[in-house]
């Protein structure tokens, strides 16, 4: 039994979908939304103006860079983060509680093959796909940005900011990982994974209301900030740094619980 074919043969299909609708929704906000902001630069000022200073921060709108591709890129970011992780979590909720949702744990793990390989195989699967899914959505926004930016254009800025998405989701992949490993049971992949995202995005959008920066520290989506990598050329390597340490405390504890804890009782 091949472990990465089964789980990428069992998962690609959503990853598929999810991955075509954050590509629609960067390609309706580049070819959409942005020419009309800019040609009605005034008028859309002035609406936002009306607004309470709360609401702009809240939905990510900073109006200093708003009405270029970077700044515009950005806002569309908190939006592009909340599905990626959605299905950055699905992909691990989905591949590591699959044992316990369908009470075969014990028929896997007494099979001749170490548990340490099937831990690896799953998560090559589950981040092949990541990988693969991020690839389209680079490549996309590096066509739109060469189609619609002004010059002179930075092509390693792009990328850079391009590449948070995949960042971003790796976090979330690993609290997904951790979740299914170390809890009893695991109800709805698809209710689990859409809370994991919805509470990044909410916690981003406290960030910005409040802009502590102490909460940054426990708000994944601002690990590794677009607009930054867009206007700067890096992330800020604090929080960057945070993301990666996080990262590999999750995933490290959770290969430790999924190697060496018992088999529960069915």
């Known amino acids: 039994m091949n472990v990465f074919r089964f789980e990428l043969r069992r998962v690609w299909s959503g990853a598929v979908v999810w991955t ?101 195989e799953k998560m090559l699967a589950a981040l092949s796909l990541i990988l693969a899914s991020n690839v389209l959505f680079v490549a996309e926004s590096l066509a739109l940005y060469r189609a619609y930016a002004p010059a002179p254009l930075e092509f390693g800025y792009a ?51 409040l802009e502590e920066e102490k909460l940054r520290y426990i708000t994944p989506f601002q690990y590794f900030d677009t607009a930054k990598a867009f206007f700067d050329g890096a992330f800020e390597a604090k929080y960057a740094l945070t993301g990666v340490a996080l990262t590999l405390v999750l995933l490290c504890a959770s290969y430790l619980r999924y190697t060496r804890a018992d088999i529960p009782a069915l």
Do not use: H
Request: glycine letters at 8%; one cysteine or more; a positive charge.
């Open 20 to 120: 075509g609708i954050i590509v629609a929704l960067l390609v309706a906000l580049i070819t959409g939304a942005l020419p009309a902001f800019m040609d009605s630069r005034a008028g859309v000022e002035s609406m936002l103006a009306s607004f309470p200073p709360a609401f702009a921060a809240a939905f990510g709108l900073q109006l200093d860079n708003l009405f270029s591709f970077g700044g515009f890129y950005s806002f569309g970011f908190l939006y592009f983060s909340l599905f990626g992780t959605i299905m950055a979590a699905g992909i691990g909720l989905d591949i590591f509680s699959r044992e316990k949702r369908e009470k075969c744990m014990d028929f896997l793990l007494t099979k001749p093959r170490a548990r340490n390989r099937l831990f690896v």
């Open 159 to 209: 990328l850079l900011a391009a590449s948070s998405l995949c960042c971003t989701e790796i976090v979330m992949f690993s609290i997904a990982v951790f979740a299914a490993v170390f809890a009893r049971k695991v109800r709805s992949v698809s209710g689990a994974a859409t809370a994991i995202g919805f509470a990044g995005f909410l916690l981003s959008a406290l960030y910005s209301l």
